[in-house]
Nanobody
């Protein structure tokens, strides 16, 4: 079992920045590729970013356009999602997920464990 707890969400104005964190406990964090997904009101959950077990490979959704950065700390068992230049369309609940594999994946079905999410609200 891996327990994931997201934090760092909140209300922010357009153009602002946030750093989301996902703390993992349970089985060895470094055994899992990690991903971030988001779900906006009335929409399906979508892939945002993912990172390999060692952190050497990172993948991003097309809409990211350089505004998001995923990283991980395998000592403190945390994965981060830094978001710059927030847009109204970034309003969503952001979830982290763990996949028992080396490589990152953009497919939600590849992830075995999920956190409960942290909400991000962007306003003008």
């Amino acid at each position: 079992q891996v327990q994931l707890v997201e934090s760092g969400g909140g209300s922010v104005q357009t153009g602002g920045s946030l750093r989301l964190s996902c703390a993992a406990s349970g089985r060895a964090f470094s055994n899992y590729a990690m991903g971030w997904f988001r779900q906006a009101p009335g929409k399906e959950r979508e892939f945002v970013a993912a990172i390999s077990r060692s952190g050497d490979i990172a993948n991003y959704a097309d809409f990211v356009q350089g505004r998001f950065s995923i990283s991980r700390d395998n000592v403190d068992n945390i994965v981060y999602l830094q978001i710059f230049s927030l847009e109204f369309e970034d309003t969503a609940v952001y979830y982290c997920a763990a996949r028992p594999d080396y490589s990152p994946s953009s497919y939600a079905g590849d992830y075995q464990y999920w956190g409960r999410g942290t909400p991000v609200t962007v306003s003008s």
